[in-house]
T-cell receptor, first 114, second 110 residues
Framework: ETGVTQSPTHLIKTRGQQVTLRCSSQSGHNTVSWYQQALGQGPQFIFQ?????ENGRGNFPPRFSGLQFPNYSSELNVNALELDDSALYLC????WGQGASEQYFGPGTRLTVT | EDKVVQSPLSLVVHEGDTVTLNCSYEVTNFRSLLWYKQEKKAPTFLFML????IEKKSGRLSSILDKKELFSILNITATQTGDSAIYLC??????????FGKGTLLTVNP
């Protein structure tokens, strides 16, 4: 059983640029959620994808968007980067069946915006 | 707005001590509460609690949920330096949204 993987590990971008982060879900999981974790804070829910559609969204602007592919992997895209977007971006996968299930996290992508 | 509050925010203990970490919540349509341990990057899953009063246990760690008083505790007995980490509490308020607290930074000194 393979765990959740994310790429890249680290990324440095300039304000105004666009970035794409990638996530491969754990085998057997069909749902992917994305979180932003600023230093000293808990992860903040960005959105969740199930069956290739956005299934719920936190308080993030539309410049944060995503995709889920038929193999359940996912991308997070952020346009017009701002300095405050600097954070650890975590992807978590889970099985959506009956009720909520535990989410398993990847190692994250550390994004620095200068 | 859903809210999860953890206390204390940080804690320093000596090896062998027992610690209790607290998590209180205010969410609409509560479904379950989860505890995670975060050492460097990826939070690792510890427990998921759905029913009140039923203790979940894994080695030296245990947790219990009180849905009437809206809180949960995570106990760690006979702490070891390897227990040093941030412990995160999170609540499912629906099938899709997991709301996290800020975490408790636990430092276990030898």
């Amino acid at each position: 059983e393979t765990g959740v993987t994310q790429s890249p590990t680290h990324l440095i971008k300039t304000r105004g640029q666009q970035v794409t982060l990638r996530c491969s879900s754990q085998s057997g999981h069909n749902t992917v959620s994305w979180y932003q974790q600023a230093l000293g804070q808990g992860p903040q829910f960005i959105f969740q994808y199930y069956r290739e559609e956005e299934n719920g969204r936190g308080n993030f602007p539309p410049r944060f968007s995503g995709l889920q592919f038929p193999n359940y992997s996912s991308e997070l895209n952020v346009n017009a980067l701002e300095l405050d977007d600097s954070a650890l971006y975590l992807c978590a996968s889970s099985w959506w069946g009956q009720g909520a299930s535990e989410q398993y996290f990847g190692p994250g992508t550390r994004l620095t915006v200068t | 707005e859903d809210k999860v509050v953890q206390s204390p925010l940080s804690l320093v203990v000596h090896e062998g001590d027992t610690v209790t970490l607290n998590c209180s919540y205010e969410v609409t349509n509560f479904r379950s509460l989860l505890w995670y341990k975060q050492e460097k990057k990826a939070p690792t899953f510890l427990f998921m609690l759905t029913s009140s009063g039923i203790e979940k246990k894994s080695g030296r760690l245990s947790s219990i949920l009180d849905k009437k008083e809206l809180f949960s505790i995570l106990n760690i007995t006979a702490t070891q330096t390897g227990d040093s980490a941030i412990y995160l509490c999170a609540v499912y308020s629906s099938n899709y949204k997991l709301t996290f607290g800020k975490g408790t930074l636990l430092t276990v000194n030898p």
